[in-house]
């Protein structure tokens, strides 16, 4: 069974910074696609970075330049830094793996989210 545990929510004002991780097991680090996605109240469900392999990297435009995706395998984790955050990424983000990169509903796997909260 597959389990992605994310952690490292909070509430940060404007500006702010945050690391989120998401701790999977070894079989699950090592595939080919780990992401990050959030959802706000009343929204859909949105990408924000995917990691294909090892290397490989892809963002929704708005996170570009502040968000970084990132993995180390031997603590089986899966990163997403976000610097400069805004009011408008306040959202319960999520960690998925096995899909195909920034289509949620692809995606076969999921954590149970954790919430970010930014005020202005």
């Known amino acids: 069974q597959v389990q992605l545990v994310e952690s490292g929510g909070g509430s940060v004002q404007t500006g702010g910074s945050l690391k989120l991780s998401c701790e999977t097991s070894?079989?699950?680090?090592?595939?080919?696609?780990m992401g990050w996605f959030r959802q706000a109240p009343g929204k859909e469900r949105e990408s924000v970075a995917a990691?294909?392999?090892?290397?490989?990297?892809k963002y929704a435009d708005s996170m570009k330049g502040r968000f970084t995706i990132s993995k180390d395998n031997a603590k089986n984790t899966v990163y997403l830094q976000m610097n400069n955050l805004k009011p408008e990424d306040t959202a319960v983000y999520y960690c998925?793996?096995?899909?195909?990169?920034?289509?949620?509903?692809?995606?076969?796997?999921w954590g149970q989210g954790t919430q970010v909260t930014v005020s202005s």
């Open positions: 998925a793996a096995d899909g195909i990169p920034m289509v949620a509903g692809t995606f076969d796997y």
């Open positions: 990691l294909i392999g090892d290397a490989i990297t």
């Open positions: 070894e079989s699950t680090i090592t595939r080919n696609c």
